[in-house]
Every structure is written in structure tokens, then in C-alpha cells.
């Protein structure tokens, strides 16, 4: 079965600064799909940005960016410009690339913390 | 209005109770998920359905069940709650494509 693995439970930044989130995952397929969600106060899931394994350039949505490393199986996630609102819990996830098989592991998040 | 619309969003309960979460969807998908979020642990996969004739367990699904009534609707139901079901669940659906649409979550407290 696939994991995914988050170690820091907590980490905090410098309002304007930049930080670096962590993520692991162990699988044996060669397609599949990564992501990042954010989950703020509200609550609500939000899509952050997604990799395809497939594809060797890292994924980019404006202050987000992420730092693919598929045979390490690293997928980290760097926020540029910290934001007050990017404080929330942060979860990487990864789903299995052949169709029929679009649910998410998820791993156990990253709280993070704007420091104003 | 939202696209994926869980009621209640929030609920109190007794150890024994049935109680059901609903779920419903505009979006159009056929594949719809129930996840649990407890702290310290993520969200974790109670069931799944990619279309109505179509449930499956995930990797919690013990003392759950659900039903797909429609497309458009996806019922998650506790039927003996006991304390430690008590977790913020969420439903979600998807299409072919691989990015998940998720509800605001129903927070369960199970006394």
C-alpha cells in the first residue's frame, strides 16, 4: 500500500520569508499524481497545486512551487512571500495514476504558522 | 451555492445512536468519497463509489456504511456511534481527472 509521510507536525515563518514543507511517499507504480491541499481555519480542503510523476519539471502556481524529487520520492512544497493567510494545516497527498483509481492517500499535514 | 454541500455541519450525538451524513453534489461526477480527518493522522478513506451501482470500502470502513441514492448523492451512516468515531468528515467527489472537490466537512462529536 502507498504512504505518505509528513514529519513536521508544526513549522512557522517569518511573514515575507520562505518555507519549506515536507512530504514523503513509498510506491512501487511509475504513474501516479501528488498533490498539496491547504486546509485553513474554515476548514475547507483547497487544492494547492498538483505534479504528475510523469512530467520532470516542477510544478509552479504563483508563490507555490514545489521541489519534485521522484527517485528520492520527495515532493516538498515552498511557499515564497509568506502571507498571513497561508496560515493553515497543509496536507500532501498522492493517488495512483491508472484509471479507476482517483482516492487520495493522504499524509498527516503540517501546521503552519505566520509569524507577522 | 457551494458545488459539494454535506449537512450537518456540525453534530452532537449519544454512544448508540444511528445517525446519517449527507452528501450531495451539482458537479456531475460520478466519484464520490467519504474521508475522515482526526488530528495527528490525516484524512483516511472510509468508502467510495464511482458510480451508483458501485461501493467500495477504503481503509477504514468498520462500524460505517453508505449509500448511493443518486449521482448526485452519497449518504455516509453510523449505525451504534461509539466516542472514538467522533472526527471531521468529509465528502468529496471527482471526474475522470484526478483533482478531488471536497465539502466544508461535518464535524461528529459522539458522547
Known amino acids: 500500500a502507498q504512504t505518505v509521510t509528513q514529519s513536521q507536525p508544526e513549522m512557522s515563518v517569518q511573514e515575507a520569508e520562505t518555507v519549506t514543507l515536507s512530504c514523503t511517499y513509498d510506491t512501487s507504480e511509475s504513474d501516479y499524481y501528488l498533490f498539496w491541499y491547504k486546509q485553513p481555519p474554515s476548514r475547507q480542503m483547497i487544492l494547492v497545486i498538483r505534479?504528475?510523476?510523469?512530467?520532470?519539471q516542477n510544478a509552479t502556481e504563483n508563490r507555490f512551487s514545489v521541489n519534485f524529487q521522484k527517485a528520492a520520492k520527495s515532493f516538498s512544497l515552498k511557499i515564497s512571500d509568506s502571507q498571513l493567510g497561508d496560515a493553515a494545516m497543509y496536507f500532501c497527498?498522492?493517488?495512483?495514476?491508472?484509471?479507476?483509481?482517483?482516492?487520495?492517500?493522504f499524509g498527516t499535514g503540517t501546521r503552519l504558522t505566520i509569524i507577522p | 451555492d457551494a458545488d459539494v454541500t454535506q449537512t450537518p455541519r456540525n453534530r452532537i450525538t449519544k454512544t448508540g445512536k444511528r445517525i446519517m451524513l449527507e452528501c450531495s453534489q451539482t458537479k456531475g461526477h460520478d466519484r464520490m468519497y467519504w474521508y475522515r480527518q482526526d488530528p495527528g493522522l490525516g484524512l483516511r478513506l472510509i468508502y467510495y463509489?464511482?458510480?451508483?451501482?458501485?461501493?467500495n470500502k477504503g481503509e477504514i470502513s468498520d462500524g460505517y456504511s453508505v449509500s448511493r441514492q443518486a449521482q448526485a448523492k452519497f449518504s455516509l451512516s453510523l449505525e451504534s456511534a461509539i466516542p472514538n468515531q467522533t472526527a471531521l468528515y468529509f465528502c468529496a467527489t471527482s471526474d475522470h481527472n484526478e483533482k478531488l472537490f471536497f465539502g466544508s466537512g461535518t464535524q461528529l462529536s459522539v458522547l
Open positions: 497527498a498522492y493517488r495512483r495514476g491508472n484509471f479507476g483509481n482517483e482516492k487520495l492517500t
Open positions: 463509489s464511482f458510480d451508483v451501482k458501485d461501493i
Open positions: 505534479q504528475e510523476a510523469y512530467k520532470q
